[in-house]
């Protein structure tokens, strides 16, 4: 008889391995015949529909996309020029004085984002060296069989002769039909024997982030040229003008392709390709394209007219920041602070007063400040629009009839002397929370750059210990009024700002004039221990 188990533990192990032999062999054999269940990641991959070829959309659109150069200045100085390309730096070229009006924007752009911008010396070297005749400067594109062509108004701003060249090399001398700075937009036109081949417009407005884009143009000079991309984000403010909604793509743009379309995947025009974002000079994915929604009415007009009116509402605004909402009672910091209303203007004929807060517009929501200059701009001159207001803890209904922009500046108060002033008793000065107040005498008025229809104390000084140290009130401001009541001595300022903060947990709304210009601060008494 055998000493040794039927069961011992070397014969478990012997056929444990035959089992595990035989299962891999199987699962083996299974994979073969049937392939194991796809995990979700790779059952969506496969469900996603093959990428659409562009070549149908580009071989449709291709002929109406033209490069345009242009002599520029006294004698065509194309050197001049050059200097001031911005494909080194953060946008598309912007021609001739174009570029040298908006190096100051570059300059400050940069700043923000914390980079050193090239200097003019490097961008000289940097970029290819013209031809004697013309510059390459931009792209363009037809938007009528009659010779109709949109660019970029910094491609052909002082420009003394524009030439566009088709894709064929044939050239034409364009004559400039208008301009528009605001937008950096331009019309120009060019005679031909025959129709030509043109671009529709899209909507702009039905675009959305990850839809795919196809941009055109005529990058560092090179001729026609095709790129792909997604729409990367919408409604961005670059800080270029006052009308700011840019697309913003990351197909591939450089010098070169400003004026150029951006067009989705059915051909439209939904954009035009006017700067990108570049630390070195080439694409890094970020350019930004006028939206077709905002382009298409200026075109129109400067099609019609050679120039764009635009609606004025006679306001200035303010950023709404959470603190200035919660003073006056707001759910959220949504809409434009009025803080100020022009003499004789549509805004003050309606009943605008300083402190309101313009919610919608004509029914435009007005989430952030630059929302109201693009709405009011786009009313037709004459029309009457509703603007709903918050005034007080309530919404009013405002009916202005706007005006005509005019292409000045809009004056805030047309008296800024001091004729004729009250001669009355100086009040004294008086202190409160931290803050010196003094009368606002002629001497001060006159210092601070203050109109003489401005009543209020001013701020002398506010000590580190002051609730107020840390706010947006600096010393030379002039308080017009607090929590909306007017104030015209220091000892009523003080003794209402001293109520205030015996109020714990209120929010106190001060309005202010800096030299010359009406702002509001808010300060919130609740974290305040003075």
Do not use: C
């Not at 392709?257 to 995947?265: A, I, Q, R, V, Y």
């Not at 007005?366 to 109201?372: F, G, N, T």
């Amino acid at each position: 008889m055998s000493d040794r188990s039927p069961i011992s533990p070397h014969g478990s192990r012997r056929l444990a391995g035959v089992k595990a032999a035989a299962l891999a062999a199987g699962l083996g054999l299974a994979a073969v015949l049937a392939p194991l269940p796809m995990t979700p990641l790779a059952q969506a991959q496969q469900n996603l529909a093959p990428l659409p070829s562009l070549a149908p959309v580009v071989k449709r659109v291709f002929p109406a996309v033209v490069n345009i150069s242009v002599v520029e200045g006294a004698g065509g100085d194309q050197t001049a020029q050059g200097d001031d390309d911005l494909g080194q730096d953060q946008g598309q070229d912007r021609g001739g004085s174009g570029n040298r009006n908006f190096d100051e924007f570059l300059r400050r752009f940069f700043e923000q984002q914390g980079i050193n911008p090239p200097n003019q010396q490097q961008r000289r070297q940097q970029r290819p060296q013209p031809d004697s005749q013309h510059v390459a400067l931009g792209s363009g594109f037809i938007i009528d069989p009659e010779g109709y062509i949109v660019t970029n108004n910094h491609v052909i701003e002082d420009a003394q002769k524009v030439t566009v060249i088709f894709q064929d090399g044939s050239k034409h001398e364009a004559k400039i039909i208008g301009r528009d700075a605001k937008t950096d937009v331009a019309l120009i036109k060019i005679s031909a024997d025959h129709p030509l081949p043109y671009v529709a417009w899209g909507d702009s407005n039905a675009a959305q982030v990850g839809d795919w884009v196809v941009a055109v143009g005529n990058p560092f000079g090179l001729g026609g040229t095709v790129s792909a991309g997604i729409i990367s984000a919408r409604g961005r403010d670059i800080h270029s003008g006052p009308y700011d909604d840019f697309l913003q793509i990351d197909a591939p743009i450089n010098r070169g392709n400003s004026g150029g379309p951006t067009f989705n995947l059915a051909g439209e025009v939904i954009g035009i390709n006017t700067a990108i974002y570049s630390p070195s000079g080439g694409s890094v994915g970020i350019g930004f394209a006028i939206p077709s929604s905002l382009a298409k009415p200026v075109i129109e007009q400067l099609k019609e007219k050679g120039k764009v009116s635009r609606g004025w509402l006679g306001v200035q605004i303010q950023e709404m920041t959470p603190a200035i909402a919660r003073s006056l009672g707001l759910p959220n910091d949504h809409g434009a602070l009025v803080a100020d209303v022009n003499a004789g203007s549509p805004a003050e004929k309606a009943g605008f007063k300083q402190g309101d807060v313009i919610l919608e517009f004509n029914g435009h929501e007005i989430v952030k400040l630059r929302d109201l200059p693009i709405v009011v701009a786009e009313t037709p001159v004459g029309s009457s629009a509703s603007v709903k207001v918050w005034r007080r803890g309530q919404q009013v209904t405002l009916n202005p009839v706007i005006a005509e922009q005019s292409t000045g500046p809009q004056e805030v108060s047309t008296n800024r002397g001091l004729g004729n002033q009250q001669q009355e008793e100086v009040p004294q000065s008086a202190s409160a929370l931290g803050l010196k107040l003094a009368p606002l005498t002629p001497e001060l008025r006159q210092q601070l750059r203050v109109q003489s229809n401005v009543r209020g104390v001013v701020v002398t000084s506010i000590s580190d210990s002051s609730p107020l140290a840390d706010s947006d009130l600096r010393s030379g401001d002039v308080i017009v009024a607090i929590n909306q009541e007017p104030v015209t001595s220091p000892r009523e300022a003080a003794a209402k700002l001293k109520a205030a903060q015996s109020n714990k947990g209120t929010n106190v709304l001060l309005q202010i004039n800096r030299h010359g210009t009406n702002a509001f601060v808010a300060w919130s008494t609740q974290d305040d221990n003075g």
